[in-house]
Every structure is written in structure tokens, then in C-alpha cells.
């Protein structure tokens, strides 16, 4: 084994130190999983082995696999994820009065930002011989690990919300693994998911408890990094669900600037909906603990989210802040992005945007900054949403009158057979 270049996982709340070769989720000096561990690098060592050149070529994520939480002989289990396109968004900007670019991760391979994170995983399982892997999951994390699952050759068992959206619900079982639905809330699933971990055995991927799921996520952090170098933006944006993925991205950024890979960092911006806003709640300083979330943005339906604390801290390292968005916006958002740039993002992909509209309009965001906006998943997983927010389609016959009925008889060059060709 050779893990050299992690020093240790350290505990969020008291300091306590554990050995990252030991198989620990959370500090147990605290009450069930609070205790969050975070994995501290050695970056003289990590920083010794890394010659890739910052060229903005990035095939996948193990691009930066000196920084991740893996053994140096372990082989990846990818489907090569991450080296994502960070495009510009003009007719977008031009919508919210800002200059806007769309880190589009929805073209991951089980359509998810969460690719990132399972491939770490899946690895690490692979790797330490394990051959069941489990997590609980509001959809998308369940049909990444199930992906990887299959792609490493390992049994996968997921704890889901009955109410997922179908289509997370049949991918995870395309991709051969057993979908336990819940009756209940992605809480109570996740807490199942605890149990289950604990008397069976199984690899818990759960990224809020495991140390090295956010890891991964930090790749998203790198590749901004990387892609926008010399004109670091001066805001990204995420919707926050467990706040995971934020955090992780924070951290990449964070570690890129230290390095001096790059001379900034971004402020983060950290979206909910109105009607799962624990973490929004909680870096305002409110204190209403309304631990049930709805919002038709599933991903993001968490009640009570697991890494409070990491996003928290990534807000206000970062200079940054949070907000709420409606279910009504999100689904705006969702349409607007789609006819603007032709990009299709599921609810808690198109929130971001949502959220950048309502900073503009309150002066968190001003008219001369540029934001990247990160785009999660994609929709195609989910069309019950956004059907909602697009309306029928119209029906017609096959008969070209009825195509006239729409848009009047054609003018111009009319009569041209379009079969004859030459
Ligand atoms: C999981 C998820 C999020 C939120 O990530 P957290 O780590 O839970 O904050 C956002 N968008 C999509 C599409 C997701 O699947
Ligand atoms: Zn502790």
C-alpha cells in the first residue's frame, strides 16, 4: 500500500486524528455521525509527483490523481468522468446582466456531477477487496454507484426514496444493482443506509460520512481551476443538497490557489430551494429546523443535510453566501437555460441559475462580475419536472394542412419537392 501522500483524517469538530488506512466513516467521539473527518494531504509529496502540464486538456478527472485519496498502485475504476466542457453562455448572460459560463457536468457518464466521487470510491472498495457497495441516495448518487459498481465488478445495493423520479429508478437497475425503495424520506433512507452499513459490512459510499467521497468531488474545483486560469471567475455556483459537492469543489479551488497553480479563488454561491434550506438556514443564522423537504428538485430534497459544517465553511472561506430559490424559478431556470444554450438540465442543475438571476437583482452579484454556473445533472433523467414548466405539445395530423394551420401557407419557394433532389 502506498498512501503516502495522506497524512491523516481529521475530525471537523474536536481535532482527533485517525490513521487514513483504518476504515473509519466518522469520529466516534461524537453522537451518531457528526463527527465528520476530513482528509489532510501531504502536498510536499503530492506536489513532487504532479507533471501534468495546466493546459486546459483534461481527459478525465484522474488527471489529478496525485490528489486523490488513492493508493498509487490501485487501478482506477472509470468511465472517464470529469473533463468537463466549461463553456460560455452569451444569450444566458444576456438574460441575468451578467457574463456567465456553464461548467456542464450533466455529460458525465450516469448523467451527474456524482461520477466524480463514486469512481474514488468504487476504487477504494475494489482496491481493499470489498465486493458490496451501499449507499442511501435522493437518485443520482444511487445510479453513479451502480455504474461503477458494474464497472468494477462489484455487487451494489441502494437505499432510495419510493418518490425518486422513474428514471433514477431504473437506471441503478440497468446497471445490475439491487434498488431497495423506501417508504419514507431520503432521511430515513439515509439512516437505513447507516444501519445497514454497520450490520452487514457492506462499503458505504454515503459522502457525508465517507472521508474520501468528497475527494473526489474536489476535481470539479481543479478543472475550473485549470480552465479558467488568468481569469479566475468571480463567482461559482452550486445548489446544495448535503453540501457535499460545494465543499469539495471549494476545497480543489482552495488548494490550486495555495499551490500557486493559480493566483485566485472564487467566491462560492450556494443555492437551495425555499423548501429544503437547512443549509441556507444555518449560514444565515436562522434557526428554524424544518426537517422536512419539499421541492420537486429531488436531488437537492434533503431535510437534513450531512456536511453542514463543510459548506458552511466553503461559503465563508470563499467570501461567498447562500440563498433560496422557489420551485417556481427553479423550474424557469430550467427553460431558460434549455432555449438559451441548449443545455437540459435536471431542477437541481438549473437551480444555480435561479439563484444567479436573484443575486443580480439583490447586488450580491454585480453587472461587472463573471460567474461560472454549475450544471449537476442532467435532465433527461427526470422529464416529469420540467414537463410541468414546458406545457403539451401540439397535436397534428400528417397532413401538411395542418402544418398550415400553424404557420400559414409557405411563402417564397414554394412547390420544391424536397424528395427530388438532383
Ligand atoms: C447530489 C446533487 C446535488 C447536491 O450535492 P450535495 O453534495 O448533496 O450538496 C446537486 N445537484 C445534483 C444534480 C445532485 O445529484
Ligand atoms: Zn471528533
Not at 423506501?182 to 430515513?188: I, R
Not at 443564522?285 to 421541492?295: M, R, S
Not at 435532465?379 to 403539451?392: C, E, F, I, M, W
Amino acid at each position: 500500500m502506498t498512501l503516502d501522500h495522506v497524512d491523516t483524517l481529521e475530525c471537523t469538530l474536536c481535532g482527533e486524528t485517525y490513521d487514513p488506512e483504518q476504515v473509519v466513516y466518522t469520529c466516534p467521539n461524537h453522537d451518531g455521525v457528526a463527527g465528520i473527518l476530513e482528509v489532510q494531504y501531504d502536498y510536499d509529496v503530492i506536489v513532487d509527483r504532479f507533471d501534468a502540464e495546466l493546459d486546459g486538456n483534461i481527459e478525465s478527472q484522474w488527471k489529478y490523481r496525485d490528489f486523490l485519496p488513492v493508493d498509487t498502485d490501485a487501478t482506477p475504476v472509470t468511465l472517464d468522468e470529469g473533463g468537463t466542457p466549461l463553456v460560455d453562455a452569451p444569450r444566458l448572460g444576456d438574460e441575468l446582466g451578467v457574463d456567465v459560463r456553464v461548467k456542464n457536468d450533466g455529460v458525465n457518464p450516469t448523467g451527474c456531477f456524482k461520477d466524480r466521487a463514486t469512481s474514488v470510491a468504487v476504487t477504494k472498495a475494489r482496491y481493499a477487496g470489498r465486493d458490496v457497495v451501499t449507499c442511501a441516495s435522493t437518485g443520482n448518487a444511487a445510479a453513479s454507484l451502480a455504474g461503477y459498481a458494474a464497472r468494477g465488478g462489484l455487487d451494489c445495493r441502494i437505499f432510495v426514496p419510493a418518490a425518486a423520479p422513474e428514471g433514477k429508478l431504473v437506471q441503478p437497475r440497468v446497471y445490475g444493482a439491487d434498488v431497495l425503495a423506501v417508504e419514507g424520506s431520503y432521511d430515513e433512507a439515509y439512516d437505513l443506509s447507516l444501519e445497514v452499513t454497520q450490520e452487514y459490512g457492506w462499503y458505504n459510499r454515503n459522502a457525508a460520512i465517507n472521508p474520501f467521497q468528497i475527494e473526489g468531488k474536489r476535481t470539479v474545483g481543479h478543472e475550473l481551476a485549470e480552465q479558467t486560469r488568468g481569469e479566475i471567475p468571480d463567482w461559482v455556483v452550486f445548489s446544495m443538497g448535503d453540501g457535499c459537492t460545494i465543499a469539495g469543489c471549494w476545497k480543489g479551488l482552495r488548494e490550486f490557489a495555495e499551490l500557486d497553480f493559480v493566483d485566485d479563488t472564487p467566491k462560492m454561491l450556494g443555492v437551495q430551494p425555499e423548501g429544503a434550506s437547512a443549509i441556507h438556514d444555518a449560514f444565515h443564522e436562522h434557526d428554524d429546523v424544518d426537517t422536512v423537504a419539499d421541492t420537486l428538485a429531488d436531488a437537492v430534497a434533503v431535510g437534513r443535510p450531512r456536511n453542514t459544517l463543510k459548506a458552511c465553511r466553503a461559503l465563508e472561506e470563499s467570501g461567498g453566501t447562500a440563498l433560496t430559490v422557489s420551485d417556481e424559478e427553479i423550474l424557469d431556470a430550467e427553460t431558460l437555460l434549455g432555449r438559451t444554450e441548449g443545455i437540459y438540465a435536471e431542477p437541481a442543475g438549473a437551480a444555480p441559475v435561479a439563484g444567479i438571476r436573484k443575486a443580480r437583482e439583490r447586488g450580491i452579484i454585480e453587472a461587472d462580475e463573471s460567474v461560472v454556473t454549475v450544471v449537476t445533472g442532467s435532465g433527461l433523467k427526470d422529464t416529469a419536472g420540467a414537463k410541468r414548466a414546458v406545457g403539451p405539445v401540439t397535436d397534428i395530423t400528417p397532413s401538411l394542412d395542418d402544418v398550415a394551420a400553424h404557420y400559414g401557407t409557405p411563402a417564397g419557394e414554394a412547390g420544391q419537392d424536397p424528395r427530388g433532389g438532383r
